[in-house]
């Protein structure tokens, strides 16, 4: 698991899937977003700006980010 440090209060999910490299532009986050194949807290999330916080786990495709 990786861990991702956020300055400030929170992240946005296609923000976050760009700055960590799991995706090459944020076309591709939406995309794989609305498909359903990012998890938050191990639940699918289809927010494209949700805010992800400090102590959230983000997977995609075998990859975790903890955000701290």
């Known amino acids: ?3 991702f440090n956020i300055i400030g ?12 490299q799991l ?9 794989i977003i609305s498909e359903g194949l990012v998890t938050r807290n191990e639940k699918v999330e ?3 700006r949700a ?4 102590g959230e786990i983000i997977a995609f495709e ?7």
Not at 23 to 31: D, N, R
Not at 62 to 68: D, L, N
């Open 1 to 3: 698991m990786t861990e």
């Open 9 to 20: 209060e929170y992240i946005e999910l296609t923000k976050l899937l760009k700055a960590t």
């Open 23 to 31: 995706v090459e532009s944020g076309a591709m986050a939406k995309e």
């Open 46 to 48: 289809y927010r494209k």
């Open 51 to 54: 805010k992800i916080k400090k």
């Open 62 to 68: 075998g990859e975790k980010i903890k955000v701290v």
